[in-house]
């Protein structure tokens, strides 16, 4: 079944602990991106990637980091979470750029106490 | 900078209504506008999107307008289910673009009424 996963779906954890939320997909997709998701906000980009070793900011990245050292993986990193990086996050695959539809996971939720 | 509005943030139909969510977007370069659907605990789901050569495109019950010089589309579901009841997101990006971004609308949340 074609998929995008993310581990874990929650997590509650203190400011300043280092966390990874992972994120792999299936589909042998070359883009991937991770979105957060507020109340009233909509969906906003953090980071993307268009192929392996390839990443860039989207409008939303202070406070993270991604890597992409394979293609079928997408890590956001948080290296000193704070209160205000409490959300939904969500990681989407696509076969490539230029208009593709995206294909989403099922989210994480964070809560930085 | 870039923006999607998107309008109504919730609405309510009785089953069997239709159903129109709007938006709008602010940058003209945008070519490539899609919908999803966000049922609870779950991710964004694509539902249809259109492209700016198309003015209109239909999959069954639901269909999406769009208008270039006023810069608006629109979703249309028509004979709506109390299945359909979920959050709808439009989206605005660029189909020949190698950032692959994509602006999102503020949500509306569909509630069907059986």
């Known amino acids: 079944e074609a998929q995008v996963t993310q581990n874990p779906r929650y997590l509650i954890t203190v400011t300043g602990k280092k966390l990874t939320v992972t994120c792999s997909q299936n589909?042998?997709?070359?883009?991937m991106s991770w979105y957060r998701q507020d109340p009233g906000l909509g969906l906003r980009q953090i980071y993307y990637s268009m192929n392996v070793e390839v990443t860039d900011k989207g409008d939303v990245p202070e406070g993270y980091k991604v890597s992409r050292k394979e293609k079928r993986n997408f890590p956001l990193i948080l290296e000193s979470p704070s209160p205000n990086q409490t959300s939904l996050y969500f990681c989407a695959s696509s076969p490539g750029t230029g208009g593709q539809p995206q294909h989403f996971g099922d989210g994480t939720r964070l809560s930085i106490l | 900078g870039e923006n999607v509005e998107q309008h109504p943030s919730t609405l309510s139909v009785q089953e069997g209504d239709s159903a129109v969510i709007k938006c709008t977007y602010s940058?003209?370069?945008?070519?490539?506008f899609p919908w999803y659907k966000q049922e609870l605990g779950k991710g964004p789901q694509l539902i249809i999107d259109i492209r700016s050569n198309v003015g209109e495109k239909k999959d069954q019950r639901i269909a999406v307008t769009l208008n270039k010089t006023a810069k608006h589309f629109s979703l249309h579901i028509t004979e709506t289910q109390p299945e359909d009841s979920a959050v709808y997101f439009c989206a605005a990006g660029y189909g020949s673009s190698n950032t692959g971004k994509l602006i999102f609308g503020q949500g509306t949340t569909l509630q069907v009424k059986p």
């Open positions: 940058d003209s370069a945008s070519n490539y």
């Open positions: 589909m042998n997709h070359e883009y």
